[in-house]
């Protein structure tokens, strides 16, 4: 394992990473851009190395993806043995046994204890695309709800259901119809308990679509892009309950929040929502590109055969990586650290709140934490100083990611490899920025 310490031998990014931005820049489409331009070279624990010699501290895991840590041992193991094995055959044409043992895992770890099913896929977007197209079919029915403030992707469907405009939608539509956005509930914003913003999300549907034209509900259970807004307990079980009361599948998009990351194999455990579709990406399989769409068997069983798949989706290299992280999941319990890593930053935020009244909101839950700058006492948001506190952060040799729809949130998504004291360390520096940033 790389040396577990923070360690800048340079400015950052550094002269090397400098160079190399200047090829991207040269080669790579402007359109991808980069948060920091510090090029990896090696990455493990807590630490991301760069080409410069740099030892960075990691809050961010790749957008909630390195959960189980970068090269964690177990999924580096099933990886290679599988690499060695073979590469891709196409589930589709002639199958594997990775792809089903996942499946399995999947059926065994998601909310409740019916018969599941599972389809697996390359992105979270295309597992949303799909819990979509799977409600359609089953309910024959078109319409989507989605919520404010949601992130489902950058495919033409999921950028209809994302709500933010720039950068995710700006110029390329038209997009995909019949997608319906709700109110979401934020407590900091609306101060609605949840039944009070699940009825004004309900009476929106109600009268602008109509129950019985919705083929789906899809709504993050804790938001990702959109803040990392949790939304005020009773929230999604009174709009899980109304969905089932009218036909409409209630499909959780736990891509960001799943495996481990809050503290529960899914965010939707923590008030013991069952979903009747899940969509999970990201964690899933340890930085390998794997998605799924898991759910009730009937409900997944309403497409015709060939109705679903893709030529990579479920490819055995991902799939190996996907069992890996889940064994390391379970053999590390990461759901525990999950949940210590969370009161560990949950401790530092509230300290740091106490210190700088610009911080207007802490939230999150588990390993999945943020906090919301607003200009003390207004609810303005004030994306500049979370914009100057990342800057800091990132001179600073921590890895630190904004997000929400004003760009005022700052989150915290670490890998559960990181060890306390980097963790600890890690949040000094995040101090140390907001002092010298104020
Ligand atoms: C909640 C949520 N849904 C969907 C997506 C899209 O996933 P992907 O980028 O793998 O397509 C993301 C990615 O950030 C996400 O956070």
Redesign the pocket.
């Known amino acids: 394992m790389i040396e577990q310490k923070r360690e800048l031998v340079t400015e950052i990014p550094g002269p090397q990473s400098r160079a190399r931005l200047a090829r991207k820049q040269a080669y790579v489409a402007d359109g991808v851009g980069t948060l920091l331009p510090v090029f990896v070279t090696e990455a493990g624990g807590g630490i991301l190395r760069d080409v410069d010699g740099n030892s960075l501290i990691d809050l961010g895991s790749g957008?909630a993806v390195t959960t189980v840590g970068n090269s964690a041992p177990a999924v580096v193991r099933k990886v290679q043995a599988q690499l060695a094995a073979f590469t891709h055959t196409c589930f589709m044409i002639t199958p594997y046994d990775g792809y089903v043992d996942v499946c399995v895992e999947l059926a065994e770890l998601t909310p409740g204890d019916h018969a599941k099913k599972s389809a697996l896929f390359n992105?979270?977007?295309e597992a949303?695309e799909n819990a979509v197209k799977i409600a359609r079919v089953a309910t024959g029915r078109d319409a989507v709800a989605v919520f404010d403030h949601a992130?489902?992707?950058?495919t033409n469907l999921t950028m209809a259901m994302t709500a933010k405009n720039m950068p995710y939608k700006q110029g390329f539509g038209p997009f995909a119809g019949e997608v319906y956005r709700a109110p979401m509930s934020y407590p900091l914003r609306d101060g609605l308990t949840g039944e009070q913003a699940a009825a004004r999300a309900i009476d929106h549907l109600d009268k602008q679509v109509g129950a019985g034209n919705l083929a789906c509900l899809v709504i993050?259970p804790i938001l990702?892009?959109g803040g990392f807004v949790v939304p005020a307990p009773g929230f999604l079980p009174a709009l899980a309950s109304w969905c089932t009361d009218h036909g409409i599948v209630f499909v959780a998009?736990e891509?960001?929040t799943g495996f481990c990351r809050t503290g529960d194999w899914f965010a939707c455990d923590d008030e013991g929502v069952v979903p009747d579709l899940v969509a999970t990406?990201?964690g899933i399989a340890g930085g390998l590109p794997l998605?799924a769409v898991t759910g009730r068997a009937a409900l997944m069983d309403s497409v015709h055969a060939g109705g679903l798949g893709g030529t990579y989706g479920g490819n055995p290299v991902a799939c190996a990586a996907a069992l890996g992280a889940i064994e390391e999941m379970r053999t590390h319990d990461l759901i525990g650290r999950a949940r210590a890593v969370g009161a560990t930053m949950r401790e530092r935020l509230e300290k740091l709140r106490a210190e700088h009244p610009v911080i207007a909101d802490i939230r999150g839950r588990g390993a999945m934490m943020a906090i919301e700058l607003c200009a003390p006492g207004t609810g303005e948001p004030d994306a500049a100083r979370a914009a100057a506190v990342n800057a800091a952060c990132h001179r600073a040799g921590v890895v630190t990611l904004t997000c929400g729809t004003w760009g005022n949130v700052f989150r915290f998504l670490p890998p559960l490899s990181i060890g306390d004291d980097l963790l600890h360390e890690a949040f000094d520096v995040v101090a140390e920025a907001f002092v010298t940033t104020a």
Do not use: M
């Open positions: 957008i992105s979270g977007a949303v992130y489902h992707g950058r993050e990702g892009e998009d891509i960001q990406a990201k998605a």
